[in-house]
């Protein structure tokens, strides 16, 4: 691998946010259940809205209604020639009959009375059914020399009486022209225009509610869904790694903007051509489609702000979408639900009502689309029935005629005093008072800038500077007063640390291009995870640490990557302060963090391609830098997979590989071979002596003694945050690698092993300072540290004990690097679970 001194990059604005759009793009397409979600939901929801506007039938003058049968498909109708029936009855009785299509000639010897009749009817089919098709009926009968014409109807349809003696009148009719016929019309008067108006009013109103929350709904569910992929990059560690490359936080939230309001717009297009075509006269008339795509196009430009400001809350997509989903249905339909019933003149909370409308105007993006679409709605309603009214009352005052009353106002609903309500609208949609929707246009239009600046302030930690500030006085380290005692420093630690402390870091940028100087580590939840740690490493070094879990490695590489920031303390790399230059810091280096921060849609050629162009490397050089490493790695089979269908140890050899792009002079690998098979690891191994024989200079920590043995020049194990001691594996063996370790198995008795409590007791009484590491299952791990004991003096003592004490079998061993690790580590306290608050809060 070629040796320069710095990495190729940064990359310029616009070729990082290009990178950015075309891993959003990949991800994009490769899942397709998403992108179709967020397309769909929007636009079925505005058909939806739409649909109910258009099925709503117009407030006004009841319409004209002709009397007829054409309401019941399957009627029949009894008619009969009377008791008394001659020739007379019957030609009425004929009459009357051929108005219809299914007539029953009643027998009235069968039946004398139309109610014997009916009865028999109802028994036979079922009163429902009775209902449904017997509606009238008509009786003709003769009493001395007049014919009696009785006409019958059913009492459930509204119209039955009008209905039946329409036809008997027409039946008798009939009889004497058979061309004849008088059509019945119920036409209910006008109303009053003042009871119209009112109905209409309400009427408005619900409808304008409830098309704003149908498209509200649709649209704040896709804003929403936006949010998976950006809490899965930061969580995974793919956008921190992203940085590390070389992609400025501008660079990376403008591409996230533009390509989720492309996203967006496509959606809201479709919405516009469902406008014009379902012709909502409120969103179309007069050119007010263009009004409503200004409404989508900042309520876009608004909530996508708001949507990445709430991603920080959340470590998990799915708790992420869930919570901010319930945010913006909350914000957007309950709240507009709750002020638009306190503005009800009837409850008396109209001031409560206005006060919080203006509140969440101010506030949220959701309940600015709602108003703004239900006041759209009301404008154009107030607009369509007072405007005509309007006119005719001024002319009537002109006329003289002034106690004309504007049906648009009424007096308040209880009638007292002399106030009145009047339906306002505008001409003008964009005016700033209600039903005008000037205030949500302007305040969508601020947010916007509002919710974008608080992003990059959290992005560019000033928020967690301020916070610090504010909250840095009062906060408890409680890591610092865990387990400190019993614990002396040792004498090269330091040393090391006086020697950091004893000149400027211009001084030891002349001997170490990696200098921590007091770096010191307190989380949020009071946890002192790093404490006063001081040391500088050389070029050319492979540097490691070493720790159990929770020891404080990864928060010492996340202080160094810019990934935390130190609460304390300085760390300059190749001159570069962490604190106050950390992109040039970044710029120099290369990262594979603990876990395998990789965008599982990406396969991995597409990963190392998209991690060389943000490192700035030449288009020209790059496909041969990606195969050198796919073979390096030996990832060629898997190359062209996408990274989620990777095993770990693949996943762990492609971060390795993204750390190795671009030659950085410093390469930071936390646990790099976790989960490699042997022979990958070895692989591996020999590839970082190879980069470290080339120039670089390589941090890594693991939990593999015989790994550090191989690769390291130096290294220090940390204990509870603190570095216990430093050197090189064979200084370290040398200094605390006196004395031996004795492994002894018990034997068994009846299948039961047989107790050490002896054994040990009488090895105690010889050997000084002996230490029993570890029992399990019979096998008894002893460390002795005496220097004096001889190895002919344990032999011959373990010959004897063997006998005495039952040993099935012993050995003797000098000591190793990972006994040297596991006496410093024996005081390690054991990592703490993250704060329950904040486990909450990020919803873990
Ligand atoms: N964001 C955080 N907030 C609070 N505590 C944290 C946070 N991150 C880490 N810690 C705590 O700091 C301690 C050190 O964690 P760190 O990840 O640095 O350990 P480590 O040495 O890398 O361990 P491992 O070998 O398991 O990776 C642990 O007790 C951990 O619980």
Redesign the pocket.
């Given at each position: 691998m070629k040796a320069s001194e710095e990495t190729p990059g940064p990359c310029t604005l616009s070729s990082s946010s290009m990178e950015c759009l075309s891993r959003k793009f990949i991800h994009a397409t490769r899942n397709i259940a998403i992108a179709v979600a967020q397309l769909l939901l929007p636009i079925i929801f505005t058909i939806l809205a739409l649909s109910v506007e258009k099925a709503i039938p117009d407030v006004g003058d009841d319409p004209a209604l002709v009397l007829n049968m054409n309401p019941w498909k399957q009627y029949t109708v009894p008619y009969s020639k009377g008791v008394n029936s001659d020739l007379t009855t019957t030609s009425y009785a004929d009459a009357y009959k051929s108005l219809f299509g299914n007539t029953d000639l009643v027998d009235r010897t069968t039946y004398p009375t139309f109610n014997d009749y009916f009865k028999a009817v109802q028994e036979d089919q079922g009163i429902s059914t009775f209902n449904r098709r017997y509606i009238v009926a008509s009786d003709f009968d003769k009493q001395g020399s007049q014919v009696m014409a009785t006409a019958h109807f059913n009492g459930q349809p509204y119209h039955g009486i009008a209905i039946s003696l329409q036809f008997m009148m027409n039946g008798i009719l009939r009889k004497f022209d058979p061309t004849s016929n008088i059509e019945v019309t119920n036409h209910p008067l006008p109303k009053k225009e003042s009871d119209n108006v009112r109905r209409i009013f309400f009427a408005t109103n619900g409808t304008a509610f409830t098309i704003a929350i149908s498209i509200l709904f649709g649209m704040a569910f896709m804003a929403t869904s936006f949010i998976i992929f950006l809490i899965k990059e930061r969580s995974v560690g793919a956008k921190h790694l992203q940085a590390v490359s070389g992609v400025r936080p501008f660079a990376y939230w403008l591409s996230c903007f533009v390509w989720d309001m492309f996203n967006y717009l496509v959606p809201v297009f479709i919405i516009m051509i469902l406008f014009a075509i379902f012709g909502t006269d409120a969103y179309v008339n007069d050119g007010r489609l263009g009004i409503v795509f200004l409404i989508f196009l900042l309520y876009g430009w608004s909530v996508l702000p708001f949507v990445y400001m709430l991603h920080f809350l959340f470590n998990v997509p799915s708790t992420g979408m869930v919570a901010v989903s319930m945010i913006n249905l909350l914000s957007g339909l309950i709240f507009l639900l709750a002020t638009y019933t306190l503005s009800i003149p009837l409850l008396g909370t109209e001031a409560i009502g206005k006060a919080l409308e203006i509140i969440f105007i101010i506030i949220f993006p959701n309940y600015d689309l709602g108003l703004a679409l239900m006041d759209m709605y009301t404008n154009s309603g107030y607009k369509d029935i007072c405007g005509p009214v309007r006119e005719t009352v001024c002319k009537l005052i002109a006329a003289g005629r002034s106690n004309a009353t504007n049906p648009c106002c009424f007096p308040d609903f209880c009638g007292e005093g002399d106030d009145t309500t009047c339906f306002t609208y505008y001409d003008n949609f964009l005016q700033w008072e209600k039903p005008g929707i000037g205030r949500e246009i302007l305040f969508m239009a601020i947010q916007g800038v509002v919710f974008f600046a608080i992003v990059l302030l959290a992005e560019y930690g000033i928020l967690s500077r301020i916070k610090n500030a504010l909250t840095g006085g009062m906060r408890a380290s409680v890591?610092s007063q865990v387990n400190l005692q019993g614990q002396e420093e040792d004498s090269d630690v330091a040393a090391e640390a006086r020697r950091i402390n004893a000149s400027s870091a211009q001084e030891l940028q002349k001997t170490d291009s990696l200098i921590l100087k007091n770096v010191d580590k307190i989380?949020?939840?009071g946890?002192h995870?790093?404490k006063n740690i001081s040391c500088g490493i050389p070029k050319n070094e492979c540097f490691g640490l070493l720790?159990?879990?929770?020891?404080?490695?990864?928060?010492?590489?996340?202080m160094l990557t810019g990934d935390?920031a130190l609460t304390s303390g300085n760390a300059y790399l190749n001159q570069y302060s962490v604190k106050s230059n950390i992109k040039k810091v970044q710029q120099n280096l290369g990262y594979c963090p603990?876990f395998d921060a990789l965008i599982d849609q990406m396969t991995g050629r597409e990963t190392l391609y998209m991690y060389a162009r943000l490192r700035g490397i030449e288009e020209s050089q790059i496909s041969g830098i990606v195969e050198r490493l796919i073979n390096i790695m030996m990832l060629q089979k898997h190359a062209d997979k996408e990274t989620g269908f990777y095993s770990g140890g693949n996943k762990r050899k492609l971060s390795t590989a993204i750390a190795l792009i671009g030659d950085p002079p410093f390469i930071f690998l936390?646990?790099p071979t976790t989960g490699m098979d042997p022979g990958a690891r070895r692989q591996l191994w020999n590839v970082l002596s190879d980069v470290r024989a080339s120039g670089r200079t390589l941090i890594l920590?693991s939990?593999s003694m015989e790994e550090c043995d191989a690769l390291c020049t130096r290294l220090v194990i940390?204990v509870n945050?603190r570095f216990v001691c430093l050197g090189s594996p064979q200084h370290l063996k040398n200094k605390f690698g006196h004395g031996y370790t004795l492994f002894c198995r018990m034997g068994l008795k009846d299948g039961v092993v047989i107790s050490s409590t002896d054994l040990v007791n009488h090895l105690k009484g010889i050997f000084k300072d002996l230490e029993v590491f570890d029992t399990n299952q019979g096998y008894v791990h002893f460390r002795i540290p005496d220097d004096n004991a001889k190895l002919a003096q344990i032999f011959g003592v373990m010959e004897q004990a063997k006998e005495q004490f039952e040993v099935d079998d012993y050995s003797v061993h000098q000591t190793t690097l990972e006994q040297i690790f596991l006496t410093f580590t024996q005081n390690q306290?054991a990592?703490?679970?993250?704060?329950k608050k904040?486990c909450c809060k990020s919803c873990c």
């Amino acid at each position: 691998m070629k040796a320069s001194e710095e990495t190729p990059g940064p990359c310029t604005l616009s070729s990082s946010s290009m990178e950015c759009l075309s891993r959003k793009f990949i991800h994009a397409t490769r899942n397709i259940a998403i992108a179709v979600a967020q397309l769909l939901l929007p636009i079925i929801f505005t058909i939806l809205a739409l649909s109910v506007e258009k099925a709503i039938p117009d407030v006004g003058d009841d319409p004209a209604l002709v009397l007829n049968m054409n309401p019941w498909k399957q009627y029949t109708v009894p008619y009969s020639k009377g008791v008394n029936s001659d020739l007379t009855t019957t030609s009425y009785a004929d009459a009357y009959k051929s108005l219809f299509g299914n007539t029953d000639l009643v027998d009235r010897t069968t039946y004398p009375t139309f109610n014997d009749y009916f009865k028999a009817v109802q028994e036979d089919q079922g009163i429902s059914t009775f209902n449904r098709r017997y509606i009238v009926a008509s009786d003709f009968d003769k009493q001395g020399s007049q014919v009696m014409a009785t006409a019958h109807f059913n009492g459930q349809p509204y119209h039955g009486i009008a209905i039946s003696l329409q036809f008997m009148m027409n039946g008798i009719l009939r009889k004497f022209d058979p061309t004849s016929n008088i059509e019945v019309t119920n036409h209910p008067l006008p109303k009053k225009e003042s009871d119209n108006v009112r109905r209409i009013f309400f009427a408005t109103n619900g409808t304008a509610f409830t098309i704003a929350i149908s498209i509200l709904f649709g649209m704040a569910f896709m804003a929403t869904s936006f949010i998976i992929f950006l809490i899965k990059e930061r969580s995974v560690g793919a956008k921190h790694l992203q940085a590390v490359s070389g992609v400025r936080p501008f660079a990376y939230w403008l591409s996230c903007f533009v390509w989720d309001m492309f996203n967006y717009l496509v959606p809201v297009f479709i919405i516009m051509i469902l406008f014009a075509i379902f012709g909502t006269d409120a969103y179309v008339n007069d050119g007010r489609l263009g009004i409503v795509f200004l409404i989508f196009l900042l309520y876009g430009w608004s909530v996508l702000p708001f949507v990445y400001m709430l991603h920080f809350l959340f470590n998990v997509p799915s708790t992420g979408m869930v919570a901010v989903s319930m945010i913006n249905l909350l914000s957007g339909l309950i709240f507009l639900l709750a002020t638009y019933t306190l503005s009800i003149p009837l409850l008396g909370t109209e001031a409560i009502g206005k006060a919080l409308e203006i509140i969440f105007i101010i506030i949220f993006p959701n309940y600015d689309l709602g108003l703004a679409l239900m006041d759209m709605y009301t404008n154009s309603g107030y607009k369509d029935i007072c405007g005509p009214v309007r006119e005719t009352v001024c002319k009537l005052i002109a006329a003289g005629r002034s106690n004309a009353t504007n049906p648009c106002c009424f007096p308040d609903f209880c009638g007292e005093g002399d106030d009145t309500t009047c339906f306002t609208y505008y001409d003008n949609f964009l005016q700033w008072e209600k039903p005008g929707i000037g205030r949500e246009i302007l305040f969508m239009a601020i947010q916007g800038v509002v919710f974008f600046a608080i992003v990059l302030l959290a992005e560019y930690g000033i928020l967690s500077r301020i916070k610090n500030a504010l909250t840095g006085g009062m906060r408890a380290s409680v890591g610092s007063q865990v387990n400190l005692q019993g614990q002396e420093e040792d004498s090269d630690v330091a040393a090391e640390a006086r020697r950091i402390n004893a000149s400027s870091a211009q001084e030891l940028q002349k001997t170490d291009s990696l200098i921590l100087k007091n770096v010191d580590k307190i989380y949020d939840t009071g946890f002192h995870a790093v404490k006063n740690i001081s040391c500088g490493i050389p070029k050319n070094e492979c540097f490691g640490l070493l720790g159990q879990n929770g020891a404080g490695k990864t928060s010492t590489f996340k202080m160094l990557t810019g990934d935390e920031a130190l609460t304390s303390g300085n760390a300059y790399l190749n001159q570069y302060s962490v604190k106050s230059n950390i992109k040039k810091v970044q710029q120099n280096l290369g990262y594979c963090p603990q876990f395998d921060a990789l965008i599982d849609q990406m396969t991995g050629r597409e990963t190392l391609y998209m991690y060389a162009r943000l490192r700035g490397i030449e288009e020209s050089q790059i496909s041969g830098i990606v195969e050198r490493l796919i073979n390096i790695m030996m990832l060629q089979k898997h190359a062209d997979k996408e990274t989620g269908f990777y095993s770990g140890g693949n996943k762990r050899k492609l971060s390795t590989a993204i750390a190795l792009i671009g030659d950085p002079p410093f390469i930071f690998l936390d646990e790099p071979t976790t989960g490699m098979d042997p022979g990958a690891r070895r692989q591996l191994w020999n590839v970082l002596s190879d980069v470290r024989a080339s120039g670089r200079t390589l941090i890594l920590t693991s939990h593999s003694m015989e790994e550090c043995d191989a690769l390291c020049t130096r290294l220090v194990i940390m204990v509870n945050g603190r570095f216990v001691c430093l050197g090189s594996p064979q200084h370290l063996k040398n200094k605390f690698g006196h004395g031996y370790t004795l492994f002894c198995r018990m034997g068994l008795k009846d299948g039961v092993v047989i107790s050490s409590t002896d054994l040990v007791n009488h090895l105690k009484g010889i050997f000084k300072d002996l230490e029993v590491f570890d029992t399990n299952q019979g096998y008894v791990h002893f460390r002795i540290p005496d220097d004096n004991a001889k190895l002919a003096q344990i032999f011959g003592v373990m010959e004897q004990a063997k006998e005495q004490f039952e040993v099935d079998d012993y050995s003797v061993h000098q000591t190793t690097l990972e006994q040297i690790f596991l006496t410093f580590t024996q005081n390690q306290v054991a990592p703490k679970e993250k704060d329950k608050k904040k486990c909450c809060k990020s919803c873990c």
